[in-house]
């Protein structure tokens, strides 16, 4: 029997889903068009954060960022980081937690910690393989997740999930990202991880145009084949189609840098990185 790779599955779904993208009316998102505004995932610096949170808050909100998404705590209580973000002109556009702060008992300890630091998207970065491994996995853990959304939405936040590269892998003939937010209710958010999903052979645009109104931010991170350490507009992706999609039916509230690699000093790329955006008027 002849079998499809992966990344062969991927081309032939998006192509006929690219197709289908023209067909996605403009303005789906809730209230019509609108800019997502920018922050800066904190994981770009955790090496300056572990030798002196204060300082680099300090030193992103001079870069010109207004707000940052935690990936920890750096072993700082609710009100310590609170104040820290206050004294630094800045506020969260989010937080990378495990899915285990959310179930049980443990969920009111976690809306409080967030309530306290002026957050309300919980964002869980990636799951434990028992959740993951089938496609009955995958739909046992969206409704998990769908139950988790009912409990935190009378305080005012909202639960999302963010994508490596896994979720493109496909199960029985399926890519796992849309068998959970098939599944998943639409008070479960999308944070689309643009540079994770790119080396499978996903497309950006397939999925920002797949759920509108359900992306409540990005990751923006480059990605090239050719070269590894390309900035935005140096690589391969299509940005300007990309940020269209954003702006107009993804309904997305916040682009969010990240940059992973340590080519240079992290402060400087997500300084250099933030002033492309600016170029591009994404900020």
């Known amino acids: 029997m002849q079998t499809i790779s992966r990344r062969d599955f991927l081309k032939t779904t998006a192509a006929a889903s690219i197709a289908a993208v023209s067909s996605v009316p403009l303005f789906a998102a ?7 505004a920018l922050g800066v995932q904190l994981y770009s610096v ?8 204060p300082g680099t808050l300090h030193a992103v909100s001079k870069i010109g960022y207004k707000a940052v998404e935690f990936a920890g705590y750096y072993e700082r209580d609710a009100k310590t980081l609170r104040k820290l973000l206050d004294d630094a002109g800045l506020k969260c556009c989010g937080t990378h937690i495990g899915l285990e702060t959310m179930l ?4 009111a300890k976690t809306v409080e910690f967030n309530q306290a630091i002026g957050n309300i998207n919980l964002i869980v970065p990636s799951l434990p393989e028992k959740y993951r491994k089938t496609k009955e996995d995958w739909q046992k853990t969206a409704d998990l997740f769908s139950d988790i ?9 909202r639960v999302g999930f963010h994508n490596h590269s896994v979720e493109f892998v496909p199960i029985g003939g399926e890519i796992p990202w849309d068998i959970f937010f098939a599944r998943a209710s639409k008070d479960v958010r999308i944070q689309y991880d643009i540079g994770n999903a790119a080396p499978t052979g996903a497309d950006a645009r397939v999925y920002l145009a797949k759920y509108p109104g359900r992306v409540v931010s990005t990751h923006v991170k480059p990605f090239s084949k050719s070269n590894p350490n390309a900035l935005i507009g140096q690589d391969e992706l299509p940005w300007p189609e990309i940020f269209s999609l954003c702006e107009n039916v993804a309904g997305v509230e916040w682009n969010i840098i ?14 250099k990185l933030r002033k492309i955006m600016c170029d591009l008027g994404k900020c």
């Open 149 to 157: 959304a009912v409990k935190v939405k009378p305080q005012g936040m």
């Open 104 to 107: 049980g008992d443990k969920i």
């Open 30 to 36: 809730e209230g019509g068009p609108k800019k997502p």
């Open 46 to 53: 955790r090496k300056d954060c572990e030798k002196d949170l």
């Open 258 to 271: 990240e940059y992973e690699r340590e080519n240079e000093a992290p402060l400087a790329s997500i300084e």
